[in-house]
């Protein structure tokens, strides 16, 4: 009996063992999948938005909302509000709000090889003692206290380089913190587009805007287009023959215009 007894405990003790080096397993696996899943979310949010209009993974804009350097797209339940120069009418910035959170966007060009963003941001780093650099969803960005009303505020400054423009967001409200809202509007800013165009501007320029076209406005302008040139070809005694180059520059530039509005800076 005493030989079977210690048959028992050891055989219990062999037992635990086993448990417990499978919790170490199980746990070390789980710790690597995080791990791996980090680094995928960290590989997939790279090839993410804001997109340059000439980008080939560039999403559909047709249901976009056109304000000129920015395509928006629509988000049940926001708001739109431009922020304008009161003498001029230009167009100076674009705020979403969404429940209690604002995301305020701000394109401006920059120069071909180099990015604008790290300077900005060294730039806000120096100016403002309080301001402090954290790793965010967009890369390097910034959370910085600001007062309103006598209250102190946190918003979070992001910033996405692109191809000769810089994108600048300021969140406010619990998306500068984190939360339900904070996913929406990182969302948002991930799926716009940027339209740079090829207007020269010195780099910190505001990348022109415009008020807002919307979808059925755009294809409104493009069906009276295509019936001003069918009447065009009806019209007798048309010159025949080919146009000269400085006729053809002209013509395409008309059509690919928008309305004078979209000219203002």
């Known amino acids: 009996m005493g030989l079977f007894g210690f048959g028992k405990k050891r055989a219990k003790k062999q037992a635990e063992e086993a448990v417990e080096e499978s919790k170490d397993v199980e746990k070390s696996t789980e710790k690597s999948d995080q791990t791996s899943q980090a680094g995928r979310d960290e590989a997939e949010q790279s090839g993410k938005g804001p997109w340059d209009s000439l980008d080939s993974e560039a999403p559909d804009t047709d249901e976009y909302l056109d304000i000129g350097a920015l395509m928006l797209p629509f988000l049940k339940g926001s708001e739109l509000r431009l922020k304008a120069n ?4 230009d167009v100076l910035g674009a705020t979403i709000t969404y429940g209690s959170s604002s995301l305020e966007l701000e394109p401006f060009a920059a120069p071909k090889s180099l ?5 900005v941001r060294a730039d806000l780093l120096k100016a403002n003692p309080s301001c402090k650099e954290v790793d965010g969803v967009f890369g ?17 400054v992001v910033g996405i380089d692109g ?5 600048r967001g300021i969140f406010s409200g619990p998306a500068a913190k984190g939360g339900k809202e904070k996913d929406v509007l990182d969302g948002y800013l991930a799926d716009l587009v940027v339209v740079r165009g090829d207007e020269p501007l010195a780099p910190r320029d505001l990348v022109p805007m415009h008020a807002p076209i919307t979808p059925n406005q755009r294809r409104g302008e493009a069906e009276d287009s295509e019936s001003k040139d069918d009447e065009s070809a009806q019209i007798p005694g048309r010159p025949e023959g080919p146009f000269d180059s400085d006729q053809q520059t002209e013509v ?14």
């Open 86 to 89: 009161s003498q001029t009418g």
């Open 115 to 119: 990015g604008l963003w790290d300077e």
């Open 140 to 156: 390097k960005e910034l959370t910085l206290p600001v007062k309103v009303k006598g209250k102190n505020l946190v918003t979070r």
């Open 163 to 167: 191809p000769r423009w810089m994108l």
């Open 252 to 265: 395409k530039t008309t059509l690919s215009r928008g309305p004078m509005f979209s000219e203002v800076r």
